[in-house]
Each structure stands twice: as structure tokens, then as C-alpha cells.
């Protein structure tokens, strides 16, 4: 098992930063890849980025590309999203979860709960 909590989010005005972080607890936090996920109101989650479990691969989604940027540290078992030039379009509950180097959903057998991020225009 591996937990994780979501911390971070907030109310921002369009075109500021937030950083977002996931604590992981249980198991190795080192052997998972990693990915950040969101989710708008009556839409369905969709893939942000990914990191592997060292940290030397990222990708992402092509709408954050270039304003993201995810990271983690292994030595204290937290993974991060750091958001730039925030969109109204950004809104949504920003998810954290472990498993398979993917975007497919379905290859991410750890969740946390959420962070809600809302952007105002």
C-alpha cells in the first residue's frame, strides 16, 4: 500500500503559480513512477505528468507542456507540480497517484483525495 496526500491548491488569478505537493507513505515511494492527474467539474480526469521513479523522465499533457513542470525528491518521498501562467481552464481537483510510467488512468493503482485549484479571469 501507498498513501498520498495532495497539498498545495487554492484560489489564483490567471497568469500566477501555485506549487502542488503529494506526501507518500508505505511502501518504497522510490520503486513508483509517478503522475499528476486533474479533474474539471462533469468532465473525466485526464492525464497532467508523469515522472519516473528516478526522476530522470518527465512528460505531459500537451495543454501544460512548457507551464508545468513535475518533479520529485525520493530522500523525502514527495512529488511536485509546479504551475506557471495558470489558465481559468486550469481549474479542477489536481489528483497525485503511483503506478506504471503512463497517462492512461487506469495504470495508476495509488491515489490521493485531491487538491481543488481554481483559477479566476
Known amino acids: 500500500q501507498v498513501q498520498l496526500v495532495e497539498s498545495g491548491g487554492g484560489l489564483m488569478q490567471a497568469g500566477g503559480s501555485l506549487r502542488l505537493s503529494c506526501a507518500a507513505s508505505g511502501r518504497t515511494f522510490s520503486n513508483y513512477n509517478m503522475a499528476w492527474f486533474r479533474q474539471a467539474p462533469g468532465k473525466e480526469r485526464e492525464f497532467v505528468a508523469g515522472?519516473?521513479?528516478?526522476?530522470?523522465?518527465?512528460f505531459y499533457a500537451d495543454s501544460v507542456k512548457g507551464r508545468f513542470t513535475i518533479s520529485r525528491d525520493n530522500a523525502k518521498n514527495r512529488v511536485y507540480l509546479q504551475m506557471n501562467s495558470l489558465k481559468p481552464e486550469d481549474t479542477a481537483v489536481y489528483y497525485c497517484?503511483?503506478?506504471?510510467?503512463?497517462?492512461?488512468?487506469?495504470?495508476?493503482?495509488?491515489w490521493g483525495q485531491g487538491t481543488q485549484v481554481t483559477v479566476s479571469s
Open positions: 497517484a503511483a503506478g506504471s510510467y503512463s497517462s492512461n488512468y487506469g495504470d495508476y493503482r495509488y
Open positions: 515522472i519516473s521513479w528516478s526522476g530522470g523522465s518527465t
